[in-house]
């Protein structure tokens, strides 16, 4: 029976091994790809990407929506999107209005 140092070292080369055989598949995968979208002219769009403006462009975040509605005692406000704040649930929304 093997010691446990043996079976360390085994998984240690196993896991070399698996490695290097998933990196020699991948760049054969990535190798394929690259030459069906050549012989195709397909586009990142008829493959279901977003366009992009350059490498790693990130997309904007929408600015948040101005207070609607606002707490007269405290001063918190709502914009009226998403969950009813507790002091608003169940009152009339008009007199929280912000002109």
């Known amino acids: 029976m093997a010691t446990y140092r043996q079976l360390t070292a085994q998984l240690e080369k ?5 490695a290097a055989a998933r990196e020699k598949e991948v760049a054969d995968a990535i190798e394929e790809i690259k030459t069906k979208i ?20 990130a997309v904007a975040k929408k600015a948040p929506l ?11 406000t709502w914009s009226g999107r998403g969950r009813t704040p507790a002091w608003l649930a169940g009152k009339n ?7």
């Open 66 to 76: 101005p207070p609607k509605y606002r707490n007269p005692k405290t001063g918190e």
């Open 14 to 18: 196993l896991q070399a091994e698996v």
């Open 38 to 57: 050549a012989e195709y002219g397909l586009t990142a769009e008829e493959l279901g990407f977003r366009a992009t403006r350059g490498r790693g462009a």
């Open 93 to 99: 929304k008009e007199r929280f209005l912000i002109e």
